[in-house]
């Protein structure tokens, strides 16, 4: 039946969209920064794990290094381009329009090492599929549904109940308290985003093994993610996950009345609805 | 000697469509990524009017430059009603829009292929289909443009804006209507947006849906930036400069696919550094 099947494919996919909602929203509640950049990050997760596996590396293998690389490259960001601009006092616009340019750097360097085309994994078994009554699944769905789960209640019980989880909240809260109470902002911004991009590299990959890559897809996910944390409230992580499975459980869903570019414009126009009547959001915390 | 008739009208084009840009970035401090969306809307417009004899050209860029007008002031208005940066995603929003309606409205804008042999510019029937009698247009409808835009600064009106980027709740408290100053800022931000559009259909005769898309936005906003924020100049320095490096690009034996990206990587990098090392632009003053 085809709307079971659209549910499922819908929320799986959602699940993966969640991933980068949770993990975006970790970043813009830590520091502020709008960091538009988180979707270059989730594409080079995955163009990291296929070239390693077409040099012969294990699928899981390769989704570690796109973790570690996606960790690293977000690292930096934060440490080379927002907190320099930080010690500045720049203006949240300046700030935007710099993860912005960090954005294009990162989707032109992937399109120009490896062209702007599509790009597939070659894995054999990627495309297997099995049927659990009327749905079809294929197993690369299967992996991806389970690894975004595990990412999802890890980022929450790391945040919600250890050490360094809740030095993370002191500093999203209270930036200035924090930093006198000598938690160190500055190194928790970098702990974040690194975290935050190994998280959104696990989408990156597996959405990638799933469907197909191209250098600029990531700026469409991450659209719809950043709807998914306002629709679902700042600061609440699972706020921002349930939304963003809502949205794509009704995006596909509405696949079987309208073509994929209208249903990304109803999406959007929902959203704009939404934002002018509840704008603190269904789930909001602090 | 056409190469840089040809240069000169784009990058003015350009500069009109930079100036529509620095009224919302510069001068209300409302960041904007889909201002190639709302010159497309203009493009289409002047396109599909000539193209159906509709109307003349000046009369369908008058129009294009209404419609922009409204259209402008409707994405502005979420900003006003929602916190700075919930706006960027509808702004996002808005261009990726444009774009799926460009691309798939196909019985109107042609979809992908988009639409060819829009008729040259005549103005009261007379033909401007040399490049450098279009050349005359352009320029006067930028010497128009920044005319206006520099006498709307130094008008009152252009002081209320100014306090209102710098202290929005004085503003208020002192009895000036902020909404109705942003709202008539996004209005003449439109218009401009919408004759750079109409200029560009009429010039190369030929639109099609990656004429403006996001990465036409992000190439407008690299220039504002480069070119300095909230004035004049820069936003024609801006534009003649970045202009300039598609040009020199085509003069480099690289290969095709990698051309467009190159392109990006530069603005990127162009972006960041700006913003690291020199925010206001090479003319400008303190942005946001």
């Known amino acids: 039946m085809l709307f079971l ?43 990291i794990a296929w070239y390693a596996t077409e040099r012969g590396l294990a699928l899981g293998l390769a989704c570690v290094l796109a973790m570690a690389g996606a960790a690293a490259v977000g690292g930096l960001i934060q440490q080379q381009l927002y907190a320099r601009l930080e010690r500045s006092k720049a203006s949240p616009l300046v700030m935007l329009i710099a993860s912005l340019g960090a954005l294009a750097i990162l989707q032109n360097l992937i399109a120009i090492a490896f ?172 | 000697m056409n190469f840089w008739l040809s240069y000169i009208i784009v990058a003015e084009i350009f500069s009109i469509a930079a100036l529509s840009t620095n009224l919302l970035v510069g001068v209300i401090g409302i960041f904007s990524v889909s201002q190639a969306a709302i010159m497309g809307v203009g493009a289409y417009t002047v396109a599909l009017l000539t193209l159906g004899h509709v109307l003349p050209f000046a009369a369908a860029l008058v129009l294009a430059a209404l419609i922009c007008s409204v259209l402008n002031i409707l994405l502005a208005l979420p900003s006003l009603r929602v916190a700075g940066d919930y706006f960027v995603v509808t702004s996002f929003g808005s261009q990726l829009v444009a774009t799926a309606l460009f691309i798939n409205w196909s019985s109107l804008t042609g979809g992908a292929s988009g639409l060819t042999a829009i008729p040259s510019a005549e103005v009261f029937g007379f033909p401007l289909d040399e490049s450098s009698q279009f050349l005359l247009l352009s320029t006067i409808l930028l010497a128009a443009t920044s005319m206006s835009y520099w006498l709307l600064m130094r008008s009152p009106f252009g ?86 490096l598609p040009q020199l690009l085509n003069q480099i034996d690289i290969p095709s696919t990698a051309v467009g990206p190159l392109r990006q990587l530069i603005f990127g990098i162009l972006l960041v550094a700006f913003m ?13």
């Open chain 2, 159 to 244: 002081r209320t804006i100014d306090a209102i980027r710098q202290d929005e709740v004085s503003v208020v408290a002192a009895g000036k209507d902020v909404l109705r100053a942003k709202l008539s800022v996004s209005a003449v931000s439109g218009a401009y947006a919408g004759v750079a559009g109409g200029l560009y259909a009429a010039y190369f005769s030929f639109i099609d849906p990656t004429a403006f898309d996001i990465n036409v936005s992000i190439l407008i906003l690299t220039m504002l930036v480069v070119g300095g924020a909230r004035t004049l100049l820069g936003s024609i320095m801006g534009p003649f400069l970045l202009w300039a």
């Open chain 1, 115 to 286: 062209t702007p085309n599509i790009l597939s994994f070659s894995n054999s078994w990627r495309l297997e599929t099995f049927a659990i009554g009327p749905v079809t699944l294929s197993y690369a769905q299967i992996v991806l549904a389970i690894a975004c789960l595990i990412a999802f209640f890890w980022l929450l019980w790391f945040t919600q109940t250890t050490r360094h989880g809740r030095r993370i909240r002191a500093v999203a809260s209270n930036p200035l308290l924090a930093e006198i109470t000598r938690l160190r902002p500055a190194t928790v911004s970098i702990q974040v985003m690194m975290i935050a991009s190994g998280l959104v590299a696990i989408p990156g990959v597996l959405v990638g093994l799933d469907q197909a890559m191209q250098p600029y897809t990531g700026t469409l996910v991450l659209l719809t993610a950043t709807i998914a944390m306002i629709a679902g409230g700042i600061g609440s992580l699972t706020g921002a996950f349930i939304v963003s499975i809502v949205l794509s459980v009704l995006q596909t869903l509405s696949l079987a009345v309208m073509s994929g570019r209208w249903a990304i414009a109803a999406t959007f126009g929902l959203f704009i609805v939404f934002i002018l009547i509840k704008p603190e959001g269904l789930f909001r915390k602090r």
């Open chain 1, 5 to 47: 099947q659209l549910l499922a494919d819908g929320l799986i996919s959602g699940m993966a969209v969640g991933v980068v909602a949770i993990s975006f929203s970790l970043v813009y509640a830590t520091t502020r920064v709008f960091h538009v950049a988180h979707a270059g990050l989730y594409t080079l997760g995955g163009y």
């Open chain 2, 276 to 288: 690291l090392f020199r925010p206001q632009g090479i003319a400008g003053r303190r942005l946001g």
